[in-house]
């Protein structure tokens, strides 16, 4: 579902359609769209939405969507501005980087933009990677655009394949693989990379954290079933063990905890995280500590671990984690810590007309690694950068949405170490509990 209103005219008198925002995953639901898929023809109304329908990308309910303002934009945007004028520059063309421009454009029809980015820019939904093999999704039905059609409908100038190297803060200066950008505010959009633990040599690992990776990975996939030995047993390595393994690959889930996502979930959930995987056929091996890889004479790799006997993969990924990349900001002398960190109201970082969002910014020494904040992060800083008034952007804490489907899982809230779980309910086909702190429950997780 695109974020423009489609489908047909409203007849039924209630006025436009209406969009809604999943605040676990970032989707948005266009009346006019509706969802064929899920059993909602173009023209349903969201109160029309039985409440047990779920979301097409993450499986949370109606409830955990939240009224979206649709944005028009305003005046015809004006010609890709010359090399040599200053306007606004966005460095970062993924989910962060478009809504921010959309954001901008919404507000202001003719202001320069210029984003620049190291990959084609293509538009796409980034929770669908981790679900989409089961799916039968390839890159092109992930694709929503290409960066070239969108930076024309924008009318913003797209310096794609393009690296930023040099930030200057003093000067306004931008430097890139393709020349020096002078600007008069700067939105910093540019993600988190996958963390790669000291022994896992790169060449030998899949990535999984964009849509060229994901690509490069399906077409390694191509040609029958594959073993895949799957490092880290966090949000994504779950997810896409589930995926593989549905998509009728042999996967291994190397786990260096006893039990999935021990960091996150108490031991019952965790417990029951495991025993979906293992129904979906995944090998989840606990306490795996990968002591590393080998490639042999066919091809295949050898999996050493260090407390247990080994395996042989066709492929391997490393799902351990991702990292802000802190070179250019830290370098321009900005305030870092665990990523960019940045002014809670007006996503400012702590250099004059500098701005940043999504994954590279952390809140407090918290990495901010969630999808649903960011429309509402990019909704201040396109109005701060442009001088009009706004409430500012309130952070609070995100639904959490794990889209295994043997297991599905959901925390209103993030734990916190040292917190009481409480169990409200154990039964054979659900889960509810509680963590509390200070005297009163602080997170709900429903399994």
Same mark, same amino acid.
């Given at each position: 579902?695109?974020?423009?209103? $489609?489908?047909?005219?409203?007849? @039924? *008198?209630?006025?436009?359609?209406?969009?809604?925002?999943?605040?676990?995953?970032?989707?948005?639901?266009? !009346?006019?769209?509706?969802?064929?898929?899920?059993?909602?023809?173009?023209?349903?109304?969201?109160?029309?939405?039985?409440?047990?329908?779920?979301?097409?990308?993450?499986?949370?309910?109606?409830? @955990?969507?939240?009224?979206?303002?649709?944005? !028009?934009?305003?005046?015809?945007?004006?010609?890709?501005?010359?090399?040599?004028?200053?306007?606004?520059?966005?460095?970062?063309?993924?989910?962060?980087?478009?809504?921010?421009?959309?954001?901008?454009?919404?507000? @202001? =029809?003719?202001?320069?933009?210029?984003?620049?980015?190291?990959?084609?820019?293509?538009?796409?939904?980034?929770?669908?990677?981790?679900?989409?093999?089961?799916?039968?999704?390839?890159?092109?039905?992930?694709?929503? !655009?290409?960066?070239?059609?969108?930076?024309?409908?924008? *009318?913003?100038?797209? #310096? $794609?394949?393009?690296?930023?190297?040099?930030?200057?803060?003093?000067?306004?200066?931008?430097?890139?693989?393709?020349?020096?950008?002078?600007?008069?505010?700067?939105?910093?959009?540019?993600?988190?990379?996958?963390?790669?633990?000291?022994?896992?040599?790169?060449?030998?690992?899949?990535?999984?954290?964009? #849509?060229?990776?994901?690509?490069?990975?399906?077409?390694?996939?191509?040609?029958?079933?594959?073993?895949?030995?799957?490092?880290?047993?966090?949000?994504?390595?779950?997810?896409?063990?589930? @995926?593989?393994?549905?998509?009728?690959?042999?996967?291994?889930?190397?786990?260096?905890?006893?039990?999935?996502?021990?960091?996150?979930?108490?031991?019952?959930?965790?417990?029951?995280?495991?025993?979906?995987?293992?129904?979906?056929?995944?090998?989840?091996?606990?306490?795996?500590?990968?002591?590393?890889?080998?490639?042999?004479?066919?091809?295949?790799?050898?999996?050493?671990?260090?407390?247990?006997?080994?395996?042989?993969?066709? #492929?391997?990924?490393?799902?351990?984690? #991702?990292?802000?990349?802190?070179?250019?900001?830290?370098?321009? =002398?900005?305030?870092?810590?665990?990523?960019?960190?940045?002014?809670?109201?007006?996503?400012?970082? $702590?250099?004059?007309?500098?701005?940043?969002?999504?994954?590279?910014?952390?809140?407090?020494?918290?990495?901010?690694?969630?999808?649903?904040?960011?429309?509402?992060?990019?909704?201040?800083?396109?109005?701060?950068?442009?001088?009009?008034?706004?409430?500012?952007?309130?952070?609070?804490?995100?639904?959490?949405?794990?889209?295994?489907?043997?297991?599905?899982?959901?925390?209103? *809230?993030?734990?916190?170490?040292?917190?009481?779980?409480?169990?409200?309910?154990?039964?054979?086909?659900?889960?509810?509990? !509680?963590?509390?702190?200070?005297?009163?429950?602080?997170?709900?997780?429903?399994?």
């Amino acid at each position: 579902m695109s974020a423009e209103a $489609s489908g047909p005219e409203p007849t @039924d *008198g209630l006025g436009p359609w209406r969009q809604y925002l999943c605040r676990a995953c970032g989707l948005i639901y266009d !009346e006019g769209e509706g969802d064929p898929d899920g059993g909602l023809p173009p023209g349903t109304r969201f109160e029309d939405i039985p409440d047990d329908w779920e979301c097409p990308v993450c499986g949370v309910t109606k409830a @955990d969507f939240e009224p979206y303002r649709r944005r !028009e934009r305003a005046a015809a945007p004006v010609a890709p501005m010359g090399a040599r004028e200053t306007g606004i520059v966005i460095v970062g063309a993924g989910l962060a980087g478009w809504t921010v421009a959309e954001a901008l454009r919404s507000l @202001d =029809g003719a202001v320069p933009i210029t984003m620049v980015t190291a990959c084609p820019g293509d538009v796409y939904h980034k929770p669908e990677l981790s679900v989409a093999l089961s799916r039968g999704l390839g890159p092109e039905r992930l694709r929503r !655009e290409t960066g070239a059609a969108a930076a024309a409908r924008l *009318g913003i100038r797209l #310096l $794609s394949e393009t690296f930023a190297i040099g930030l200057c803060a003093s000067s306004r200066r931008l430097r890139t693989t393709r020349g020096t950008l002078r600007y008069t505010s700067l939105v910093l959009a540019q993600g988190a990379r996958s963390a790669l633990p000291p022994g896992l040599p790169p060449e030998l690992c899949w990535r999984v954290n964009d #849509l060229g990776s994901w690509s490069g990975l399906h077409r390694a996939l191509a040609g029958g079933p594959k073993r895949v030995a799957v490092i880290g047993a966090g949000m994504v390595g779950c997810e896409l063990a589930e @995926d593989l393994a549905r998509a009728g690959h042999r996967v291994s889930l190397l786990s260096m905890t006893a039990l999935p996502l021990a960091e996150l979930l108490p031991e019952p959930a965790a417990k029951r995280l495991a025993a979906g995987l293992a129904r979906s056929g995944v090998d989840v091996r606990g306490g795996a500590i990968v002591s590393g890889l080998a490639r042999r004479p066919d091809d295949t790799i050898d999996v050493a671990l260090r407390n247990m006997p080994g395996l042989v993969a066709d #492929l391997v990924v490393a799902a351990t984690g #991702l990292a802000t990349q802190g070179r250019l900001a830290r370098a321009a =002398g900005l305030a870092f810590d665990r990523g960019i960190v940045v002014d809670p109201s007006t996503l400012a970082t $702590s250099a004059p007309d500098v701005y940043a969002l999504g994954d590279c910014v952390s809140f407090g020494g918290m990495p901010c690694r969630f999808i649903e904040p960011i429309p509402h992060q990019a909704d201040a800083i396109a109005h701060a950068v442009l001088g009009l008034p706004h409430a500012g952007y309130d952070h609070a804490e995100t639904v959490i949405r794990l889209k295994t489907s043997s297991t599905p899982l959901v925390l209103h *809230g993030l734990p916190r170490p040292g917190g009481d779980w409480r169990i409200l309910e154990d039964s054979a086909d659900r889960l509810v509990m !509680e963590q509390w702190r200070g005297g009163k429950p602080a997170v709900r997780l429903a399994a």
